[in-house]
């Protein structure tokens, strides 16, 4: 029971509650209270009418490509099949057969200059590279093709697949002879030149799949550039091959970390990523200090089919970086010094002694200077530089030690025995060596208007 205090405490405490309550919904009437909004950013980018027309008739048509595309980061960001495919209606490659269905001129060809509408620098880069002009450096320098040693279906399933084509367009189609064809160097008809799903292949154009080193291992493979088998013999292949599955190929360009990311790099690791502040690069002229691929080992500048702007001494620097961001610098000294070491024991032990006997052979008019590739001597020369050379300077730069010494320099000793006892015997005989009727030779010698 209360005491009279109490029930006057009590009292006071309703009054005072009461007018407190009173007020507040007073001044809820005369100025309510209003929360700041929170400012909203949107972007909105949807698919066009036209686009999303392609994506039904196609998912129905061709669901492999819609699926990769649907997975992809352009896809992700509403970036349609009109985005890339669509053509003005002057253009060369418009595809006619495509018009009978819709009236919007495509083509079926995305080129870098379509794609440098979005990727200029990646664009800029890949076009001054040896890869985007590899079909031109090829017509310069081979003897396959420079005197029609091969024919015409050896050449497209052979040489055009990785070095491109000259597509051709005829009434609105593709020539048959030069399409299909994603060679890095490809020339396509609006003039670019190269062809960027060589490493990013249609229609998902992973960058995860293009940092991979298979993508590289699909033209840098066999007897006369071996990179991918190099690489899986090396210690960085065998990491991959061990760890690679739970590597992060997904960082975003500028992110991807040697130590956080991979633990080991890739080809593109060392010859295009951004890596310890050397920025990434889609020329892979970058970054070397030696041509390893020439018949004579020459700086990339001094390398005359198509000489390189750049100062190997830079580029060596840039690649001693990569270097530096996974080992130490006595480590990094003493391989680039190897390297250096081998190329000039290619040069100085192996090529240039045989090319002078060899070259004495012409001048005796022993072999015939007509073509090249029609007598034994021309090809065991041919492939000293080709396959046993190129295999020993590429082990060398890239660290695996069976194919720098049995599939490299033991394999140029027995190739220069093979050289020595053929000269000695033509010298002896003094009667011009054999010139072979070669099979399948024939191709066209009419080398590519590459100017226009």
Known sequence: MKTPNQRALFLVFICVFGSAISAAVRAEQVSPIVSPSLKEYRIVRSVTEDAQRCIDCHAVESKGIVADWAASRHGHANISCMDCHAAGPADPDVSKSHLALDKIPVSV?????????????????????????????????????????????????????????????????????????????????????????????????????ARKPEACGQCHLGPDHPQIEIFEESKHGAIYHAEGDSWNWNAAPGTWTPGVDYRAPSCSVCHMSGVNKIAATHDVTERLAWETQA???????????????????????????????????????????????????????????????VDELYEKKLLSKEKNLDEQLEIDMYELWHHEGRRARFGAAMMAPDYAWWHGFYELKKRCMIIEEQIEKLLQSDRPAKVFEVKGSGGDTTKPDFEK
């Open 295 to 357: 018949p004579l080992t020459v700086r990339p500048s001094q390398f005359a089919p198509w000489p390189a702007k750049t100062d190997w001494q830079t580029e060596r620097r840039k690649m001693e970086q990569i270097c530096l961001a996974c080992h130490s610098q006595a480590w990094t000294k003493g391989h680039f010094e190897r390297l250096d070491a081998a190329v000039a024991n290619y040069n100085d032990n192996y090529f240039k002694p045989m090319k002078k006997l």
């Open 109 to 209: 060809i995305v080129s870098p200059k379509d794609c440098s509408r979005c990727h200029p620098g990646e664009a800029a880069q890949y076009e001054r590279s040896k890869h985007a002009n590899t079909l031109e450096l090829i017509w310069k320098i081979d003897p396959w093709l420079k005197y029609g040693m091969n024919n015409s279906i050896e050449r497209q399933t052979g040489c055009y697949h990785c070095h491109g084509s000259v597509v051709k367009v005829e009434n609105g189609t593709f020539s048959a002879d030069t399409w299909p064809n994603v060679g890095v160097g490809r020339i396509n008809p609006d003039g670019s030149r190269g062809s960027c799903s060589s490493c990013h292949t249609r229609h998902k154009f992973s960058l995860s799949e």
